[in-house]
Every structure is written in C-alpha cells, then in structure tokens.
C-alpha cells in the first residue's frame, strides 16, 4: 500500500522526469539562443557551491579546533565534491583545447564564466552580483535588486532561503534538486548543443564532467549520504521532500523562462 512518503517521493521522481524533457532545451539553436541560457543559468552554478559548502560545514569538522567527522565515509565525499567545485583539476585540459593556453585548476564558477565569455554572453549582471556579496550585503538583498533575468534571480532566492534550513532538509535539495536530476538535465543539453553545431567546448566540457561525475559516483553517494542522515526520521524523510519540491519548483519555473520563446 501506498505511503505519504511513497507518494512524496513519486511526485519528485515524475518533477525531475519532466526536466529531462523540458521544452528549453530545444530552443538552443543558435548562439543567440546559448547567450540567453548561460545567462539565465549561471545563477545555478553560483548557489550550487553555496549548497554545498553549506553541507561541509556541518557534515566535516570546519571550527578552529578539528573533531574527527561522525561519518567518514560522507565527509570524504563532501570534500571531494567541494575540491572539484573549488578547483577542478579537469579545467586545463578542456582550457588548452579552447585555445586559451595553460591555466591552473579552477572553481567550476569561474569555468562557466570562461564558457560564457567563449561564446560573447554577457558575465557583468553575474560579475556583480559576486562583488556586492564578498562586500557582506546579503543574498536576498543582492538578489532582489540585481541585473540578472527576473527568472535567474528568483531561482537563487529561492536556494539561498532554502540554506537557512536545516541539515536534512538541504541534504534532500542538494540530492533530489541538483546531484539526481543535473544528468538528466545535461544530457539532452549536450545532444542539442552537439546538434546544432555551435562552438562551444567549454560549456560542452563542463556539463560532460557533470554528468559523468554525478550519474557514476556522486549521485550513489549523495543518495547514502541523505538516508544516512534521515537516519528512518519520518518528519526529516517530510521535510526533506517538501525542501526538494520547493528547489524543482523553482527550477522549473527557471527552465519555463528559457523556453517561452521557442513556445511563443
């Protein structure tokens, strides 16, 4: 018989089955078109690591005086996940096959920023919006009086909220709204992309490492990492799941956006 949990977690399964299929993607057929998207998007790859980060903190030992993890195993790989946002060694390689010469290894923020500038999309609303926040204003209020798209900024708002919620509740977004559904995603993105022809090796670079990352170990572990921290609680497993809706939501609503005009 069918539980509220079950049929919790089958509303999510059917919201992220829909963003692998969602209309957005077909629009990118011209490199006008990639312009709108990476500018719409960027917000995402922006709030991600500050989900992430988020979850090092309570998940590893952050204080002035280290205390061995509660979970090893989960600690691991919030800091592999945290190394490969922060500095992915991968960046040089797909770096040089742009022609931009050597580089270090760098934050996957500032990689998506490389591919947007590969492809004359516009990075300064982005810029900004990054200088306001390592001035100290807060992101709600940088969001809320920024130059990203209406769309873009609503859906860093509502990540931003969703980081003063506790533990479990992140662990669930950051599983079913990012680790879980970014492959689906990516990959009709990177046969569009592929399709059209449009040059774009750092974007296709960036989303290829994501898919392989997050559909062959990532994903698994992220997926032992929220049972771990559940931990058989129903209220958590509920709060969790309400959390997750709120970010697939929202990005919905971003992907929306993107597709409205190929739906005009």
């Known amino acids: 018989m069918s539980t509220p949990a079950t049929t919790q977690l089958d509303e999510l399964e059917r919201a ?40 090092q903190r309570d998940l590893t030992s952050m204080g002035p005086v280290w205390l061995p993890p509660a979970d090893p195993e989960v600690a691991r790989f919030i800091n592999e996940i945290v190394l490969d946002e922060e500095s992915d060694g991968e960046f040089p390689r797909y770096a040089r096959a742009a022609g931009l010469g050597e580089r270090s290894p760098a934050s996957h923020f500032e990689w ?7 492809v004359g999309a516009d990075t300064g609303p982005i810029r900004r919006v990054v200088r306001r926040l390592r001035r100290g204003e807060s ?14 900024a609503a859906f ?18 950051f599983f079913h709204g990012r680790e879980d559904v970014i492959p689906r995603m990516f ?4 046969r569009e992309l592929q399709a059209s022809g449009t040059p774009c090796g750092l974007l296709l670079g960036y989303l ?15 997926r032992r990492m929220l049972d771990a921290i559940f931990g058989g ?4 497993l509920s709060e969790g799941i309400a959390g997750a809706k ?18 005009a």
């Open 16 to 55: 992220k089955s829909a963003l692998g299929d969602h209309p957005a993607y077909h629009s990118l057929d011209s490199v006008e078109a990639l312009r709108r998207f990476m500018e719409h998007h960027v917000i995402c790859v922006l709030d991600f690591m500050s989900l992430v980060k988020s979850l």
């Open 112 to 118: 998506y920023l490389a591919a947007m500038d590969e």
């Open 139 to 152: 992101p709600g209020e940088v969001l809320s009086s920024c130059e990203l798209p209406p769309a873009s």
């Open 156 to 173: 860093g708002k509502t990540t931003f909220e969703l980081l003063e919620k506790p533990l479990h509740v992140r662990a669930a977004v």
């Open 187 to 190: 990959m009709p993105l990177v």
């Open 208 to 222: 290829e490492r994501h898919i392989e990352a997050d559909g062959d170990h990532h994903g698994p572990l992220a």
């Open 233 to 236: 609680d129903p209220l958590k």
């Open 246 to 263: 709120a970010a697939l939501v929202a990005r919905r609503a971003l992907w929306d956006d993107l597709a409205e005009p190929a739906l």
